[in-house]
């Protein structure tokens, strides 16, 4: 029912010609960083495609720069950046598609995770989506103890098949692919005492750049959830930037630790994702989740 509302709406909004619009008159001065998790090689290779037509791709470290500098001026109109969260095994088989179309397309990862047979919270089957939606209002020690009651899980421990890339696929996409860190196991950072809270995120980069070698400079907050607690660290923590999880575009007044995204349905058709580009669907969704959650208190 929700697929079909959401293709409903898409169909509107592309009749509509908001994408056209939103794209030459709003998108003009404004970035949209869009936020994949695990897209299928085909529907992302249409999505790039579409963009390459319509839009410059660029890496997060140009915007963020300009951010900082408070001048976008070296960026093209109609740029977007792409960025990838949690480091799922299949995004290893979009490396054809990034070298094809020249990208360097940011993908944020959970340090203890890749590269392990360690499996996500969230990707352990048994759960409802309702469930999920209750771990991440526990704290971080209850979700824990219910995770292990109710289905097992421990975050330390290893499964027969793997979730998320290895560290010769990360080895062998790191020309293309600008690795930063997602926290260690992906907890809900708000939900954490401030000492879990650091080791999330300190933890996390430090993990990354005894793997990789290389410096890294960018955070994005497991489920977009955090607060000036989780600003402070990261900012004195080193890194440049963090994206959250709201809705829209980045402009020369985005604060370069609350950045914005633009969150695209994995394996959308051309149609939703002209229309998720707009950032209506988007808005309309999370607009009738929380008109259901406060029918629910
Ligand atoms: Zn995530």
New binding site residues.
């Given amino acids: 029912m929700r697929n079909f509302l959401k293709n409903l709406v898409a169909t509107f909004v592309c009749l509509s010609g908001m994408p056209f619009l939103i794209r030459e008159l709003i998108c003009r001065d404004r970035i949209a960083i869009l936020m994949y998790?695990d897209p299928k090689p085909t529907a992302f290779a249409k999505h790039i495609a579409y963009l390459s037509r319509h839009c410059t791709i660029v890496s997060l470290d140009t915007l963020v720069s300009a951010v900082h500098r408070k001048d976008f001026s070296q960026i093209p109109p109609k740029s977007v950046v792409i960025t990838i969260?949690?480091g799922h095994a299949g995004n290893f088989k979009l490396l054809p598609i990034f070298k094809q179309y020249q990208i360097r397309p940011t993908l944020?990862v959970?340090t203890q995770i890749v590269s392990t047979h360690r499996h996500f919270w969230f990707k352990i089957d048994g759960q409802s989506k309702k469930e999920k939606e209750r771990l991440k209002r526990l704290s971080n020690a209850e979700r824990l103890t219910r995770l292990k009651r109710t289905v097992d899980f421990e975050p330390e421990k290893t499964y027969p098949d793997r979730q998320a890339f290895n560290v010769a696929e990360m080895r062998e996409m790191a020309e293309r692919v600008d690795f930063q860190p997602?926290t260690r196991f992906?907890p809900i950072l708000t939900r954490c005492t401030e000492a879990e809270c650091e080791q999330e995120i300190l933890g996390s980069k430090s993990d990354l750049e005894s793997l990789l070698g290389v410096e890294c400079l960018h955070f994005?907050y497991?489920?977009g959830d955090y607060t000036e607690r989780e600003v402070q660290i990261v900012k004195a923590g080193g890194f440049r930037s963090a994206r959250t999880t709201e809705i829209g575009w980045n402009t020369l007044d985005t604060p370069p630790y609350q950045l914005n995204a633009v969150p695209i349905t994995d394996n959308a058709g051309l149609m939703l994702f002209r229309a998720e580009l707009t950032t209506i669907p988007q808005r309309l969704s999370r607009w009738v989740t929380s008109l259901s959650r406060s029918n629910e208190r």
């Fill in positions: 998790h969260d949690d944020y959970c997602h992906h994005s497991p489920n």
